[in-house]
C-alpha cells in the first residue's frame, strides 16, 4: 500500500449520525457550530478529550477565539458542557462533552414535525448568533471569552430581548462607546423603567425627543428696528394704487 493510503487510513475515520447532518439546524446548531463540533469530534475520537482551540482554529481557518466563541454559544444551548475527571495517572482532567447535542436532536426526532415551539426556539438561538455577530464586527475585533459570557449572561440570565440589546449596541456606538460596561449601564437603566422590548424603547425614546421640543423656549417676536418687514397683503401681479 502507498504511504499515503496508509497514513490516511491509519489516521482513522470520524463517523456521524446521519439524522444529526439532516435535522441540526432543527435543534439550533449552526453551519459553523456543526463544523467546530465536526473537528472536535475528530481529536476527541482520536483520543484527546480535551482539544486545543488553536488546533481547531488551524483547521477551520478561523482565529482562536471566534472558535471559543462557537464554543461558549454551544454551552449557552445546553449542546455542550466541559466536565472534570480523573485519568488513569490519577489527576484531574477537563473533557468536552457534546451529548447534550444528541439529547436534543433524541427530543426533536420524537416530535417530528417541528412544532411550533421548537421553531420559535430555533429562531431565538438565531437571533442571539445575530447579537454576537452584530457586537463583534461594531467593535472591529473579536470578542473575548469573558465578553462573550457577559453577553450570554443577558440572554439567560437577565433575560434580555435580542432586539434591546441591538439598540443598546447602537446607542453605544453612536456615542463612540465600544464596550460591554456601557451597553450593560443603558440595558440596566431601560430594564429599572420597565422598557423591556424594542418597541417600548423607541417609543420612549420619541416621547423625550417631544418633551424636549415642547419645553424648548419659543422665540420671542421682535419689534422696532429688528422687527421682520410685514408682509404686503397684495398678491404678486397686482398693480399697486
Not at 64 to 70: A, I, K, L, S
Not at 71 to 93: N, V
Not at 139 to 144: A, C, E, M, Q, W
Not at 174 to 193: E, G, H, S
Amino acid at each position: 500500500m502507498e504511504s499515503l493510503a496508509a497514513a490516511l487510513v491509519n489516521d482513522g475515520q470520524t463517523t456521524i449520525a446521519n439524522a444529526l447532518l439532516a435535522h441540526y439546524r432543527e435543534i439550533g446548531v449552526t453551519n459553523d457550530e456543526l463544523l467546530v463540533y465536526l473537528q472536535f469530534k475528530r481529536l476527541i475520537d482520536q483520543g484527546n478529550q480535551f482539544p486545543d482551540a488553536a488546533v481547531i482554529a488551524k483547521s477551520l481557518g478561523e482565529s482562536t477565539n471566534t472558535v471559543f466563541q462557537r464554543l461558549h454559544e454551544m454551552l449557552a444551548k445546553k449542546l455542550l458542557t466541559i466536565e472534570s475527571i480523573t485519568g488513569d495517572d490519577q489527576k484531574i482532567h477537563d473533557r468536552y462533552n457534546f451529548d447534550g447535542l444528541y439529547d436534543k436532536l433524541a427530543v426533536a426526532l420524537k416530535k417530528q414535525p417541528v412544532t411550533d415551539q421548537a421553531e420559535k426556539q430555533a429562531a431565538n438561538e438565531n437571533k442571539r448568533q445575530k447579537v454576537f455577530r452584530a457586537i463583534q464586527t461594531e467593535f472591529g475585533r473579536d470578542l473575548s471569552p469573558i465578553e462573550m459570557e457577559s453577553i450570554s449572561k443577558w440572554f439567560d440570565e437577565d433575560h434580555y430581548d435580542p432586539d434591546v440589546i441591538e439598540l443598546a449596541l447602537r446607542e453605544a456606538v453612536l456615542r463612540q462607546v465600544y464596550n460591554l460596561t456601557y451597553m450593560d449601564r443603558i440595558l440596566l437603566n431601560w430594564q429599572k423603567r420597565n422598557l423591556k422590548t424594542a418597541a417600548q424603547v423607541e417609543a420612549e425614546r420619541q416621547r423625550s425627543i417631544e418633551q424636549r421640543l415642547n419645553s424648548a423656549p419659543q422665540p420671542q417676536r421682535q419689534t422696532g428696528e429688528n422687527a421682520l418687514p410685514k408682509i404686503p397683503l397684495f398678491k404678486l401681479g397686482d398693480e399697486q394704487s
